[in-house]
């Protein structure tokens, strides 16, 4: 059992306070596969130990109200397994998740780190499917192999902390997470991780967690805000891995589109743009049919509009903006 036995994974959750998505998360967990496990629970408080709380498996340790970044360096620091696992605590594994991980990490000795995909669970209301079908197309979002299983494996430089897997000793070799920073302190730490061992992050396909998703268009934008706002500083200061065409897209969108309708209004030019745009809208529509039901589709329309201007608007910000300090809000 995994509380009897030196665990082989650190299971590294931070969060403010519990909440009934990690009262889900804990129980899926508790029957994942692989059972060489610890799971390390980083409040800002102090919490009571009852339940699946006072399991063996799981250690509480209260942090404070510092930024997630400080929680999964602390939690590192705590961690006895070779392999940090870390997840959020509205999101929760397959099954084979650590299991997957495991035979990953022993056939490629030169992989640090493995991620996989945050599937919008299928209970998720429907405005929060919303929001995750915006990322399902790479003309919509940029990039589906995070939301979905998308074989082959690859090599890639960036992942989500939501589902990211790193040897113990890479991490430390690499400083761990950079507490300047976030969102956007897994960028930075997968760029060190890359830069400072040598080694790579692997995308496995079929290292899968269901990460629930921001119902509302409010928290859908200020999520997305915040996102395009550290990726735009980015591309200023770590240009490495977040100075790529992709990633100005938006934002070069939006000032066309602004630009066209104070000064060029009824120009062939303005005219072609906002025909281009619409198909690819329309593109982007039929990825995300292929995943999601016609309601959701047809309603993700607008939401990926409103992503695109409100993701390049916060990009330039970002990119003029010469330092960022911590956010700790969601």
Not at 38 to 67: F, K
Not at 91 to 97: E, H, M, N, S, V
Not at 135 to 156: D, H, I, M, T, W
């Amino acid at each position: 059992m995994a509380g009897t036995q030196a665990p082989v994974f650190s299971i590294i959750i931070p969060f403010k306070a519990p909440c009934a998505y990690l009262e889900e998360s804990l129980p899926r967990i508790l029957e994942l596969i692989e059972r060489r496990f610890e799971i390390i629970l980083l409040p800002d408080a102090p919490m009571e130990p009852h339940g699946l709380y006072a399991r063996p498996e799981v250690a509480i340790i209260p942090t404070g109200p510092v930024s997630p970044a400080l929680k999964r360096d602390r939690g590192a620091e705590m961690a006895r397994g070779e392999f940090l696992a870390f997840i959020d605590d509205d999101a929760y594994p397959d099954p084979f998740w650590l299991s997957s991980a495991l035979a990953a990490f022993r056939e490629n000795p030169d992989v640090a780190a493995v991620g996989g995909p945050a599937i919008t669970p299928e209970d998720d209301p429907f405005w929060a499917k919303v929001s995750g079908a915006v990322f399902l197309s790479r003309l919509s979002g940029g990039n589906p192999e995070r939301y979905l299983s998308a074989p082959p494996r690859k090599f890639v430089d960036d992942w989500p902390t939501v589902n990211l897997i790193v040897r113990k000793e890479d991490f430390l070799a690499a400083g761990g997470f950079d507490s300047a920073y976030w969102p956007g302190e897994d960028t930075k730490f997968c760029l060190d991780l890359l830069n400072k061992t040598g080694k790579k992050i692997l995308y496995l396909p079929e290292l899968v967690v269901w990460h629930h998703r921001r119902a509302g268009l409010r928290k859908h934008l200020r999520q997305v805000g915040a996102y395009g706002m550290h990726r735009g500083h980015f591309a200023r200061v770590h240009p490495e891995t977040s100075r790529r065409i992709a990633y100005f897209i938006p934002a070069a969108w939006t000032l066309f589109f602004v630009a066209g309708l104070l000064f060029f209004p009824c120009s062939g030019l303005y005219s072609l743009g906002l025909g281009l745009y619409l198909f690819i809208l329309v593109l982007g529509l039929g990825d995300i049919a292929r995943h999601e039901s016609p309601a959701v589709t047809l309603a993700a329309a607008p939401y990926i509009v409103l992503t695109h201007f409100w993701y390049g608007i916060r990009f330039i910000r970002g990119f003029f903006t010469k330092k960022l300090t911590s956010s700790l809000g969601r």
